[in-house]
T-cell receptor, first 113, second 113 residues
């Protein structure tokens, strides 16, 4: 049973475009929704996170949109750059993340120059 | 500041052999986690330790044991390795308080023949 569904699996965008990655969750007890970025050979690193009482959060070029009623959230990358090429994972957890994260399957993003 | 350090970085085992993966963090974090990452599967939680002296099962604990040796160290043991345990293993840590990011090591790449 996949509790966090992520799409698309892969995405190619031209430099300057706005890639959008979507996630949907089932468990209404989830209350913490982080996004992680992973480069080849490295561990995931936190990009941005949101709680369900907020509909949108921006940090630099990265924005999370959150729709609690639809149980969906998405990541937007503004003015994308080739250096943003990486695998992105959405995740969710209960209790603010202390008990571990449930990850989506990941999106392999390529930003073409 | 090293963060989360995992050893070894690579290992090849034969079916039935045993092995312990080591993880240490220098951030004075209370909580530590073990995940496995398989192609197209995202990261899945194996075990976690909310605080020194406690451990709990995650999503995929079968075939693994863990030890929280002290506040800094959290090891993962495969008693009798199986080809299905071929994976990249990530250790992570965080403060244990709500909405705090998990910090990941760079992983151990384990192949079981």
């Amino acid at each position: 049973q996949q509790q966090v569904k992520q799409s698309p699996q892969s995405l190619i965008v031209q430099k300057g475009g706005i890639p959008i990655i979507n996630c949907a969750y089932e468990n209404t007890a989830f209350d913490y929704f982080p996004w992680y970025q992973q480069f080849p050979g490295k561990g995931p690193a936190l990009l941005i996170a949101i709680r369900p009482d907020v509909s949108e959060k921006k940090e630099g070029r990265f924005t999370i949109s959150f729709n609690k009623s639809a149980k969906q959230f998405s990541l937007h990358i503004m003015d994308s750059q080739p250096g943003d090429s990486a695998t992105y994972f959405c995740a969710a957890s209960k209790g603010g993340g202390a008990d571990g994260l449930t990850f989506g399957k990941g999106t392999h993003l390529i930003i073409q120059p | 500041n090293a963060g989360v350090t995992q050893t070894p970085k690579f290992q090849v085992l034969k079916t039935g052999q045993s092995m312990t993966l080591q993880c240490a963090q220098d951030m004075n974090h209370n909580s530590m986690y073990w995940y496995r990452q398989d192609p197209g599967m995202g990261l899945r939680l194996i075990y976690y330790s909310a605080s020194e002296g406690t451990t709990d099962k995650g999503e995929v604990p079968n075939g693994y044991n863990v030890s929280r040796l002290n506040k800094r160290e959290f090891s993962l043991r495969l008693e009798s390795a199986a080809p299905s345990q071929t994976s990249v293993y990530f250790c992570a840590s965080n403060t244990g308080y709500s909405n705090q990011p998990q910090h990941f090591g760079d992983g151990t790449r384990l192949s079981i023949l």
